[in-house]
């Protein structure tokens, strides 16, 4: 119960003192975290197999992109003639 009591307060001491914190150094500990955590998520990507559904997915994600910027610039030359067609008089 008293280590419970203790982890609580620790928390909760924990973030008062990162609220009172300024913006600055909040956001360098942040990015910092964020760095950190892509290396570390870098480091796990490589030691899967390269037959790993995570490895499978970000190796479609390329290809995602492409298809979706092609069918978006489709889309948009649909739209300018229709609207070519729509403000022509009949």
Same mark, same amino acid.
């Given at each position: 119960?008293?280590?419970? $009591?203790?982890?609580?307060?620790?928390?909760?001491?924990?973030? $008062?003192?990162?609220?009172?914190?300024?913006?600055?150094?909040?956001?360098?500990?942040?990015?910092?975290?964020?760095?950190?955590?892509?290396?570390?998520?870098?480091?796990?990507?490589?030691?899967?197999?390269?037959?790993?559904? @995570?490895?499978?997915?970000?190796?479609?994600?390329?290809?995602?992109?492409?298809?979706?910027?092609? $069918?978006?610039?489709?889309?948009?030359?649909?739209?300018?003639?229709?609207?070519?067609?729509?403000?022509? @008089?009949?």
């Amino acid at each position: 119960m008293n280590r419970v $009591i203790a982890l609580g307060a620790a928390v909760i001491g924990g973030i $008062i003192a990162f609220r009172s914190l300024s913006t600055a150094p909040r956001r360098r500990f942040g990015a910092a975290l964020s760095a950190r955590m892509l290396r570390h998520m870098e480091r796990m990507m490589k030691s899967l197999p390269d037959n790993s559904p @995570p490895k499978l997915v970000m190796s479609v994600l390329p290809r995602l992109h492409e298809q979706n910027e092609q $069918i978006i610039a489709m889309l948009r030359e649909q739209n300018a003639l229709l609207r070519e067609n729509l403000e022509r @008089p009949h």
